[in-house]
């Protein structure tokens, strides 16, 4: 929370080092700066000399605190402390008193300060080395000049709101904050980027805006929103609608903007709420209306995904699009479970392939993919887990090949169940897990078919 200064009275009861602490960080705002004590330390006087704060040495009322935007206590003396808080809880300002968090309705935070951007890191008094390391990671995240692109725009928002269609305006300082301008600013060349900013804003628009907006086709990956790539994040904030289905996990859905209108298109396997072509209509449509558009598809996009029907209709309608990968199924249940999907020597091979046919729901052959060197990665298994341990089985794997069930996988629900190649679709009935499956088999150069004992099953769950 930010609370405005502007022509507000602060006040610092103390005179000492500790008052002085606070008075710095004061300083960085527009507040009216009252010094409350009897004699003030050199530095505080200086303050006092140069305008910079009053000098109150009068009796301590709790009228003195009427009206204040907030108060610090910071005299040293916690008796003396205490006393003061309570004056000041009477006058119903808010309070912080140093180093006593029980007295704090407030408390100060550790500030990056790009004025007018300002980042305030606050652990609530309980980790105040964690707050500063966490504001040198900051401080070295944002250009020293940053404030001042802050500031232009402020100065031209009248104007932009003035020339820029209503539509456009978010596109305009999308543009203007993370395209040319933003880099020019970056590196220096302020006027250059001044002169960007009026030259669009002449004509009316961002460089890159056009009367349709785009659709990014972004992966969720399997579940931990951790996994998400940085260009995924930045989409999410980008979006103004996000279409997601139920293999989205909730926590992902936290990192988009919170005004972003998001739209739950229900897709069940063997029930889909929403048809496919009713989504891609929707899509198109709200593209169409300028919008940036996300299609949030869990794991890859493109694997698995019907990502080719997505975007021939956005195609079609002349709707620019964007493909943002993410983190596959088969490749989070693997580094779950501390396995890789290669090892040297031994696989050199991946193949992904479905367990259902589109066209008919029938299980494709597995044979033309067994063969050593080769890790096979069967997804959205959980319910085919009979036919395709008999052609496992049928393939010459052993039966007694170990293999691992896993359910949520990077979620905070993640299950592993052991298994066998024979015994698969038993464990899988026995242990309620349903949903889409990954089935990894894995058969290494070194090992014949008939006594291969590298495989791994992974149920992503629902």
Known sequence: ???????????????????????????????????????????????????????????????????????????????????????????????????????????????????????????????????????????????????????????????????????????????????????SWTRGAEREAARLVKDALAAGGAPSTSPNGSVAYVGAGPGARDLLTLRAVQRLQEADVIFYDRLVDGDVLELARRDAERVFVGKV??????????????????????????????????????????LRAAEAAGIATEIVPGVTAACAAAASAGQPLTRRGETDTLVLTAARSQND??????????????TLAIYMGVSASDEISNQLLSAKVSPDAPVSVMANVSKRNETLIKTTVSEMSATIAQSGITGCAIISVTLPHRSGLATCGQHVLYDLGA
Not at 163 to 171: E, H, I, M, Q, S
Not at 274 to 281: E, G, V
Not at 362 to 374: E, M, Y
């Open 361 to 374: 729901g029938s299980i494709p052959d597995l044979a033309r993919h067994i063969r050593a060197g080769t």
């Open 1 to 183: 929370m930010f609370i405005r200064t502007t022509g507000r009275r602060v006040l610092i009861v103390g005179g000492g080092e500790q008052a002085a602490q606070k008075a710095r960080l004061i300083l960085k705002t527009d507040a009216q700066l009252v010094l409350v004590a009897g004699d003030l330390d050199a530095e505080l006087s200086a303050l006092v000399a140069s305008g910079q704060a009053e000098h109150y040495g009068g009796p301590v009322t709790s009228a003195l605190f009427n009206g204040a935007a907030m108060t610090f206590v910071a005299t040293g003396c916690p008796g003396f402390d205490a006393a003061v808080h309570a004056l000041v809880t009477a006058a119903r300002c808010p309070v912080n008193v140093v180093d006593q968090p029980d007295l704090c309705d407030l408390t100060t935070p550790s500030i990056v300060d790009r004025d007018p951007v300002v980042v305030a890191i606050g652990t609530e008094g309980t980790a105040p080395v964690l707050g500063r390391q966490i504001k040198t990671q900051i401080e070295q995240m944002l250009v020293p000049n940053l404030g001042g692109l802050a500031a232009l725009a402020g100065r031209m928002r009248s104007a932009v709101a003035g020339r820029v269609p209503r539509a456009g305006r978010r596109d305009f300082w999308r543009w203007v904050f993370a395209d040319a301008p933003r880099h």
């Open 269 to 310: 396997v063997g029930a889909h709420a929403w048809p496919q072509d009713r989504i891609d209509a929707a899509v198109v449509a709200e593209a169409r209306r300028g919008r940036r558009v996300v299609r949030l598809k869990s794991g890859d996009p493109g694997i698995f995904g019907r990502l080719d029907e997505e």
